[in-house]
């Protein structure tokens, strides 16, 4: 009996492996599990990827652009503060040797022109006149 069970055994295991494969004396089973093989076509792999090169190269080229305007906008910038950097040893020099350069007495009598509308229009709001506002300094 018991070699009839082992022999019932053996055969159903052998029918339900029939379509198993043996490699390297395992016995590999078909599932779901896995790798699948690759069943794209090869021509429209090869057009994806000459697609994503494109692409690839077109961000490139924007990047590039891109920083080569930055770097464009920073010379002009640097240009421009060495300019005013030079303006500016220039009205030094000019003040050692004791020179007020135009610029700065423009730039005085502004601030002062300004300072003095400043003041007018806070009396004005506080309602305050000059002979009142003079008694409180």
Not at 11 to 27: P, T, W
Not at 80 to 89: D, N, Q, T
Not at 113 to 122: A, D, L, T, Y
């Amino acid at each position: 009996i018991a070699t009839v069970a082992l022999l019932y055994r053996e055969l159903r295991g052998n029918i339900l492996c029939l379509s198993c494969q043996v490699v390297g004396g395992k016995v590999k089973k078909p599932g779901k599990r896995g790798r699948k093989p690759a069943k794209i076509d090869l021509k429209a792999k090869l057009e994806r990827s000459r697609q994503s090169a494109r692409e690839c190269r077109a961000r490139k080229k924007l990047r590039y652009q891109y920083l080569e305007e930055l770097v464009s906008s920073r010379e002009r910038a640097i240009c421009a503060l060495r300019e005013e950097l030079e303006m500016y040893k220039q009205w030094c020099m000019a003040m050692d040797q004791g020179k007020i350069p135009s610029e700065i007495k423009a730039l005085l009598t502004g601030e002062e022109q300004s300072k003095s509308q400043q003041n007018s229009s806070r009396h004005l709001k506080t309602g305050k006149t000059d002979a009142s506002s003079n008694s409180c300094e």
